[in-house]
């Protein structure tokens, strides 16, 4: 992919923030002046202090991966990067786990695609995550989201045993989605981990998980816990004695560093703060006043339309949306206005 001379020095109009952790913040929109070309900014000029070397170590692990694998089908274009961030193409796309792709050319096309970021010297290292994999509107394989690539200057046991993992992580993308198309030596991979692999489970990734969870505030959700039932009732019946509050709709989301967080949607026209007044302990984490809640045509709440929302999960909620376009005037004010910007999942 090429791009045109003025296009490193456009103006970046921002339209949707995905995500936000104290590492960056994922920004998409597009550049003023080319409104074919849609970008994502991972923007870190708002970065806390003390997250700020390892924010740009990450960053320039993403700008070296992004410049070697450029001109790679199914990779994005690094277009700029300066003190603001880093400014990319954007991928179009389907997540894997939306997309579960049960063909067997998509899985050829990802192969390509690693046989060729191989010969560039790269691995990517965090493919093991579904949604780091994209099958892009024509049936092809893209990949997302190099802060942990690398690049490697010689071809030695190392970057071997890297790419090997690579491979095996897609093979791990194959068997939850089309396990029938697994060959028998693909099998063999998937039960025999490389050294390191085995090395890392056992001594540094309980060192990582006790960082990103503990002191970075990290979460995957863990210990999901039904607050829905055990605190509902009682901040329902608060909340709906004031006459201004119409409905509330309470869902669930993974808190920082362990646990589960509840997100009260409320049907109002008062503030975020008059809520909270009127809260019983233990209070929401958020809370969300809103004009008018989604519901169906039998006037019942979009419960699952809500969920996504608490949990960020824009991808699902655009292709709900597409499916689904009447939703979009009840739906796109509540997605702007979102408290939950993390990428964490709930996981029971």
């Avoid at 290292?125 to 989201?145: E, H, S």
């Avoid at 045993?161 to 897609?170: I, S």
């Avoid at 194959?174 to 085995?198: G, V």
Wanted: contains cysteine; positive net charge.
């Amino acid at each position: 992919m090429t791009i045109a001379p003025d296009i490193p020095n456009a103006t970046f109009v921002p339209e949707t923030v995905h995500k936000r952790d104290i590492f960056s913040e994922t920004i998409s929109g597009r550049l003023d002046g080319h409104p074919d070309m849609p970008v994502v900014l991972r923007k870190l000029d708002g970065v806390p202090l003390y997250a700020r070397p390892i924010a740009w170590y990450l960053a320039r692990k993403e700008i070296r991966g992004l410049r070697a694998v450029r001109g790679i089908e199914g990779c994005p274009l690094l277009i700029r990067a300066d003190k603001v961030g880093l400014l990319r193409s954007w991928t179009k796309g389907t997540p894997l786990q939306l997309a579960k792709p049960s063909d067997a050319a998509w899985y050829k096309d990802a192969k390509r695609l690693l046989r060729e970021m191989r010969r560039a010297g790269v691995t990517h290292n965090d493919i093991a995550k579904p949604q780091n994999w994209l099958m892009t509107p024509g049936g092809r394989a893209a990949v997302i989201d190099f802060q942990l690539a690398s690049v490697h200057r010689r071809r030695g046991r190392l970057f071997r045993t890297m790419a090997r993992e690579d491979l095996r992580h897609l093979l791990k993308q194959k068997r939850a989605y089309a396990p029938d198309l697994l060959t028998p030596s693909e099998h063999r991979m998937l039960n025999h981990k490389a050294l390191p692999a085995r090395v890392w489970m056992a001594t540094a990734k309980p060192a990582y998980n006790f960082i990103t969870r503990r002191l970075m505030n990290w979460s995957d959700g863990e210990g999901t816990e039904d607050r829905v039932e055990r605190e509902g009732p009682a901040l329902r019946t608060a909340l709906m004695a004031h006459p201004q509050i119409t409905d509330v709709a309470l869902c669930t989301y993974a808190l920082a560093a362990k646990g589960v967080g509840l997100y009260a949607f409320v049907e109002t026209d008062l503030l975020a703060d008059d809520l909270r007044a009127l809260a019983p302990n233990p209070r929401p984490e958020l809370m969300q006043p809103v004009a008018q809640l989604p519901r169906r045509a039998d006037g019942t709440l979009r419960l699952d339309v809500l969920q996504l929302i608490a949990t960020n999960r824009l991808d699902e909620l655009a292709a709900m949306l597409e499916s689904e376009p009447t939703l979009g005037d009840q739906v796109k004010p509540l997605i702007a206005a979102r408290l939950n910007l993390t990428d964490r999942m709930l996981r029971s």
